[in-house]
């Protein structure tokens, strides 16, 4: 017998109609390679939204009308090339030419018929696999890395392998490539000896056009994928659902996440009298300090209760104090019940005080969340955690390999608390040690000699990219311990600077309160049917959410991919949406 874990699990969900994607597994394939699908491709689906059906070569083979009638084919297990037959493959190659995308994750080519290579003309196959842990966007311009910085390196957690290309088609343009340098150069020929290898920097990323078609293929591993040697939402994932939202026909639909974007201050008292935040509110942040209730004076609750009613910024509870926690007793264990009806009673006489309740989003201090007191904040409207981390546990005892929906992530996630579903959890973080984007950027604690506004701000820019990139919502994360020595002049330099290196990014900015709802809700629905007519579509969603969504709409506009909106309204079943 197993013990129930109390997490939400989670369907994958086939979709039917001309306008989804046909992702072609093999479940009679070598069990090594079909365990990973899942983890490395559907669930990435399934975050992203888009809406597509399994072809499994074990049950059914492909036909022309199957091939025909979808958005884009998508080649999503490795080895592949073994398992489909010559004119299986001559069906793909016929039917890009008529218009359907293909992206193909399956690297190793060496397996492939003439057909398929022929999409991308590539010649000069390897006969072996070489290494590699890292990967490097190539110089150009191209919608696939259009989020990407030319010349940015991505290192892996361990290599990954991938097959040389030496010849390819003029109208194939190599996105990104893999280096095989003197450090990956002794790590494979442990591995093949018998090989020789050039170093050089090899690409693994091509995209092109055929007929009225577009087509992907990736020639590394995709077992990048994988957390054990890189994983999703690292800094890639933007050219995993930019290749397939490129190559498919459109229009197309995905129940993807808006390009929500806020912001956090943590330890708040007041300093400055808030006017920080108010700098923020300013750029377009709903900015969320989230507070100290014993430090903070009483001649600013005006001033809390204004932000909260207006909605430009949403003060939350996160301490008492430093040391005294709203939930857990710092670094010692839960509260007592007593200890808790206490700590909830001064919460409750605070924020009486204010005038003013706050929203549902909670941001608590250090980390350490107490079970027993999930009781109390229900009891008190709050819903989401931002972030989750791990209920119950001393900090020294919380595992990061241990994480939430999608990835099993703790830096990107969103999912029901296992302890109680009626809490629901997002972040979209960098690494725990990186999560403050002003750590080693001003003079505080000496962390930097002086304030270096231009690395503050290239930092928060970072924050920002990395949860756009993902597919996630975006926060910007400080201490307000930092303003000590930082001017509001800086800060206000820092956020100019900001949306300039954003400025290539669409960005919608929300409250947390806002994003956690959005966030519950495209979790609770899925495209269940997506027809196309011309330039017209019929969508099914099955589920239910309680907060409205946005479908995001793709279409092609010249050599770019340009993003609508479609609004849904709350349902509960099924809602049909045209357009």
């Known amino acids: 017998m197993m013990l129930d874990d109390g997490r939400v699990q989670r369907e994958r969900h086939a979709a039917v109609g001309n306008g989804v994607l046909l992702v072609v597994v093999d479940s009679g394939g070598p069990f090594w390679e079909r365990v990973i699908v899942d983890e490395t491709i559907l669930v990435a689906l399934e975050h992203f939204g888009m809406p597509y059906r399994l072809l499994d070569l074990a049950v059914e083979r492909p036909t022309d009308g199957m091939l025909n009638q979808c958005a884009g084919i998508i080649l999503a297990q490795n080895r592949l090339g073994e398992s489909l037959r010559p004119g299986e493959t001559r069906m793909i190659a016929d039917a890009v030419e008529n218009g359907a995308g293909l992206i193909n994750f399956d690297y190793d080519l060496r397996l492939y018929e003439e057909p398929l290579l022929g999409i991308f003309e590539f010649g000069g196959i390897g006969p072996h696999p070489y290494t590699t842990d890292s990967l490097r966007i190539r110089e150009g311009d191209h919608y696939i890395t259009g989020l990407q910085d030319p010349g940015e390196f991505h290192s892996f957690d361990r290599m990954v392998t991938g097959i040389i290309v030496e010849e390819w088609g003029d109208g194939v343009v190599p996105l990104a490539e893999g280096i095989l340098g003197k450090d990956q150069l ?19 990323l091509f995209a092109t056009r055929r007929g009225r078609g577009k087509a992907v293929q990736f020639t590394l591993n995709m077992r990048v994928w994988r957390n054990a040697f890189f994983g999703h939402a690292r800094g890639m994932d933007d050219l995993f659902w930019r290749s397939i939202l490129w190559t498919v026909r459109k229009p197309f639909v995905a129940n993807m996440i808006p390009p929500l974007v806020t912001m956090s201050f943590d330890d708040c008292q007041g300093r400055h009298d808030f006017e920080y935040a108010e700098i923020a509110s300013r750029h377009g942040f709903v900015p969320m300090p989230s507070l100290s209730l014993k430090k903070v004076p009483e001649r600013l609750f005006p001033r809390i209760r204004e932000g909260l009613e207006g909605g430009k910024i949403r003060f939350s509870a996160h301490a008492l104090d430093y040391y005294e926690l709203l939930v857990y007793d710092f670094g010692k264990g839960e509260y007592s019940r007593e200890e ?28 350490e969340y107490g079970v027993k007191a999930l009781p109390f904040l229900k009891e008190r409207g709050y819903l989401y955690f931002c972030p989750a981390l791990q209920t119950g546990l001393h900090k020294a005892d919380m595992c990061m390999q241990d ?21 629901f959890g997002f972040a979209a973080m960098l690494a725990r040690h990186q999560e403050d984007f002003l750590t080693g950027c001003t003079a505080y604690l000496r962390e930097n000699e002086t304030n270096d506004v231009e690395k503050a701000a290239r930092s928060a820019a970072g924050q920002i990219r990395h949860g756009l990139r993902a597919g996630f919502s975006a926060e910007i994360v400080t201490h307000e311990q930092k303003f000590d020595v930082l001017s509001m002049d800086e800060w206000e330099q820092i956020l100019d600077r900001v949306d300039q290196l954003t400025e290539g990014y669409e960005k919608i900015h929300a409250s947390h309160d806002e994003i956690g709802g959005y966030l519950k809700g495209k979790d609770g629905v899925w495209i269940a049917v997506a027809e196309v007519e011309g330039e017209r579509m019929r969508c099914r969603m099955e589920g239910e959410t309680a907060s409205a969504l946005r479908l995001s709409v793709f279409r092609d506009e010249g050599e770019e991919v340009v993003r609508e909106y479609q609004e849904v309204e709350a349902f509960v079943g099924e809602a049909v949406v045209c357009f």
């Open 340 to 367: 808790l009806e206490g700590i909830f009673a001064f919460h409750d006489a605070w924020w009486d005080e204010v005038g003013a309740d706050p929203g549902p989003t909670l941001r608590l201090h250090w980390g």
């Open 186 to 204: 002794i790590y494979v020929r442990h591995l093949a000896p018998w090989s020789a290898f050039e170093p050089r920097n090899f690409p693994l």
């Open 403 to 423: 994480g939430f929906w999608p990835y099993d992530l703790q830096t990107c996630y969103y999912d029901y608390l296992p302890d109680d579903h009626h809490f």
